[in-house]
Antibody, heavy 118, light 108 residues
C-alpha cells in the first residue's frame, strides 16, 4: 500500500525558508485522481491544513498561509515538496504529508518536527 | 471560512459508549471524516463520508451526520481507544481542508 515519508531540516532560523519533501512509495504519485497535501500541528494543538497539489501542478493553499507557501511536485522522483518562507517561532510544528483521497486525508506520513529558532 | 467545533474532552468508562460531536453550519450537507491520533503518532482515518469505515477499523467505530452536528460513536470503549479525535470536512466554497479543534477521549 502507499506510504509517505517526510524529510528535511529539523531546525530553521527565523526569517528563513522551511523546506520539506514527501516521498511516496508503494505506488506512483501520478496514478489515480489524487491530490497530495501538507498539514501541520504545533505542539499540544490541533491540525492545520496548509495546502494541496495535483500532479498537473494545480495547487490550493490555506488563505492564512498563502502568501508564504509554495507546494510543488516532482513526478519523476515520486515526491512533492513544501516551502514556507519568512518563518517565525509560530511556524514551529510537526509537519505531515498526506494523500488527499476525494476530500479525506489517507494515508499520512509519520510527521517531522520543524523548530524555528536562532 | 468554515468552522468546526468539537468539545475539548470526553470521558467514558471502559465498555461504555463514547460520543464525540462536531458542530458546523449545515454540516449535514457535507461529508465528514474522523481521525484518531495517539500520542506521538500521525492521525489515522477511522470514519469517512460520515459513516463508512476504512478496512481494519473495528465496527465499534461509527458515525452519523445531520443538521448542524456530526457524531463519532465508539461502542464498547477500550483503553486503547484513548486518543485525540479530529473531525474534518472539505470546504468547497473556499476549496480548503478544515479540521475541528480536536477532542481528547479519556478512558476512565
Amino acid at each position: 500500500q502507499v506510504q509517505l515519508q517526510e524529510s528535511g531540516p529539523g531546525l530553521v532560523k527565523p526569517s528563513q525558508t522551511l523546506s520539506l519533501t514527501c516521498t511516496v512509495s508503494g505506488g506512483s504519485i501520478s496514478s489515480g485522481s489524487y491530490y497530495w497535501s501538507w498539514i501541520r500541528q504545533p505542539a499540544g494543538k490541533g491540525l492545520e491544513w496548509i495546502g494541496r497539489i495535483y500532479t498537473s501542478g494545480s495547487t490550493n493553499y490555506n488563505p492564512s498561509l498563502k502568501s508564504r507557501v509554495t507546494i510543488s511536485v516532482d513526478t519523476s522522483k515520486n515526491q512533492f515538496s513544501l516551502k514556507l518562507s519568512s518563518v517565525t517561532a509560530a511556524d514551529t510544528a510537526v509537519y505531515y504529508c498526506a494523500r488527499l483521497q476525494a476530500d479525506r486525508f489517507d494515508p499520512w506520513g509519520q510527521g517531522t518536527l520543524v523548530t524555528v529558532s536562532s | 471560512s468554515y468552522v468546526l467545533t468539537q468539545p475539548p474532552s470526553v470521558s467514558v468508562a471502559p465498555g461504555q459508549t463514547a460520543r464525540i460531536t462536531c458542530g458546523g453550519n449545515n454540516i449535514g450537507s457535507k461529508s465528514v471524516h474522523w481521525y484518531q491520533q495517539k500520542p506521538g503518532q500521525a492521525p489515522v482515518l477511522v470514519v469517512y463520508d460520515d459513516s463508512d469505515r476504512p478496512s481494519g477499523i473495528p465496527e465499534r467505530f461509527s458515525g452519523s451526520n445531520s443538521g448542524n452536528t456530526a457524531t463519532l460513536t465508539i461502542s464498547r470503549v477500550e483503553a486503547g481507544d484513548e486518543a485525540d479525535y479530529y473531525c474534518q470536512v472539505w470546504d468547497s466554497s473556499s476549496d480548503q481542508g478544515v479540521f475541528g479543534g480536536g477532542t481528547k477521549l479519556t478512558v476512565l
